[in-house]
Structure formats: C-alpha cells, structure tokens
C-alpha cells in the first residue's frame, strides 16, 4: 500500500555507488592513467542529471509518491504532477549522455575506419532521438510553462495518450541503441584481436551492459502494461524503479572500461594475477 520506502533507499543506495564508480573512474583517468578523454566529460555530465533526477525521485516521496492516489493532500498531490515533467526531461537526457559517454569511448578499441563510421553513426543517432524527445516533451504545451501546470484553465497541452506513444517509442530506441553499443565492442574485439583470456575479459565487462538493456526492457514493457493515468502515485513508481536501475546501471557500465588498471592492480594485490602489464 505505501511504496515510498522503496524509491527512496532504492535511490539513496544509486547515488551513493554511482558516486563511488565516478570518483574511481576520474581518479583512474586524471591520476594513474592521465589520459582524460569526451567520454570522461560525457559521464560526469550524465552523472551530474542522474544525481538530480534521484534527488527528485526522493523529493517526490514527500508529496505522494509510492502512495495510494486517494491518501494523498491536495496541496501535495499539485506539488508531485509538477515536478513530474521535469523528472521526464531528465530521464531523457540522462540516458542520452550515458549512452554517449559509451560511444565516445569505443574509438579507444580500434583505428579500424568502418568500425569508427559505425560508432559515429551511433552517436548520431543517438543525439538526434534524446534531442527530438527532449524537445517535444519540453514544448508539448502550446504554452511553454503549463507544461509544469497542465491542470491550469485554458492549458493546451499533447494528449496523454500521443505523450504515451512517445514514450514508448523513447524506450524502443533506447532498447536499439543499448544492444548496439553492447554488440559493437565485442564484434571489434572478437575480429581484431586474438581470441585469448584477456580478450574474453574484456568481452565481458561490455557483456554486463546487458543487464542495464534488461532494465529498459522491463521498463517499455511496464509502462506499457500499467496505466499511469490511473492512481498515478503509486502506479508510477513500478515504472520509477527501472527508470532509475536503467541510468545508474549504465553509467555504471560506461565506468567499468575506464577502471581497468585500478582492477588489475587489485587483483595483483590479491594474488590473483602473476604481474602486472605496464599498457
């Protein structure tokens, strides 16, 4: 009856070890490695909006969400579909950057040129649909500002139900673009390089990006399955939970590469390796 609870440690863990990651990875990058790169800036970016939108999913569990529609004050109930639009832009430009932050990293794989016109084209893309959705949502209202007070007399806003579609049609690029930048690092390591460990285990550090692409997955299908315009406080926050595991995860993601030679200097410590390798 009373989901609060949830988003809100759900959140307060993904900004404590989203922190972590970032922190390590720039310490990495900036101190043991010294070769900062666009997909450094691209994180922190991401980061800076994913920070955001869990400190609104938090803010919002004081005004209604993960309870009942019908519990919830008035004055509150105004205060969560207010906030609500602004949580939606960041969602859209949160994954936006983290799949960017993935993108800009790819080239430091391989020189090969279709391999970077592919991931260029990726990028591309991309940057077209997180622009378009993030536009569309942010002048959905004929009146720039009812976007934040659809409930005013006279607000001419999108229909829910062609916002709906877009959404949806959001999460399916998203799905899209996900397996790609999955797909595309192991294609490159399988067929350039010597099929070795060492070229598994960097496999798999991209193979994990499956379970962020898993989470969108779940995502589309809840926010297809589940009527948000009904009880939409408690609804909401069974779309919430994997709108958050999907951003966090995949900054998550986008980190692991950059934290190579912190691992390996771990598991040398651990003995877990013989020697370190100097490249």
């Known amino acids: 009856q009373d989901r609060s609870t949830i988003i809100r440690s759900l959140n307060y863990a993904l900004i404590s070890i989203s922190t972590a990651v970032l922190l390590v990875r720039l310490h990495v990058r900036f101190w043991m490695t010294r070769n900062p790169g666009l997909d450094d800036v691209f994180a922190v970016l991401a980061y800076a909006v994913l920070l955001t939108l869990s400190a609104l999913e938090i803010v919002e569990t004081y005004h209604g969400s993960g309870k009942q529609m019908m519990l919830v004050d008035p004055a509150d109930l105004a205060k969560f579909f207010s906030v609500l639009p602004t949580m939606q832009l960041l969602y859209i430009a949160s994954t936006g950057l983290v799949r960017l932050s993935i993108v800009a990293f790819l080239p430091r794989l391989s020189r090969d040129f279709i391999f970077k016109r592919l ?77 070795n460990a060492r070229t598994l285990k960097v496999m798999l550090v991209f193979a994990v990006g499956t379970f962020s692409a898993i989470t969108g997955i779940i995502r589309l299908s809840t926010i297809i399955n589940i009527n948000m315009a009904i009880n939409t406080t408690f609804n909401i926050t069974f779309a919430s939970v994997w709108t958050d595991l999907e951003g966090h995860t995949g900054l998550w993601v986008a980190c692991f590469p950059a934290l190579q030679p912190i691992l390996r200097i771990i598991s040398y410590k651990l003995g877990l390796r013989s020697k370190l390798r100097s490249t």
């Not at 720039?144 to 399916?172: M, T």
């Open 119 to 195: 991931v260029l084209i990726l990028g591309a893309c991309i940057s077209i649909v997180t622009t378009v959705c993030f536009c569309v949502i942010l002048f959905e209202c004929k009146h720039v500002p009812d976007l934040w007070n659809k409930a005013r007399p006279g607000a001419q806003c999108l229909a829910p139900s062609r916002e709906a579609i877009l959404f949806y049609s959001h999460a399916s690029f998203g799905i899209a673009f996900d397996c790609m930048l999955i797909g595309l690092p192991i294609w490159v390591l399988y067929s350039k390089m010597l099929f």
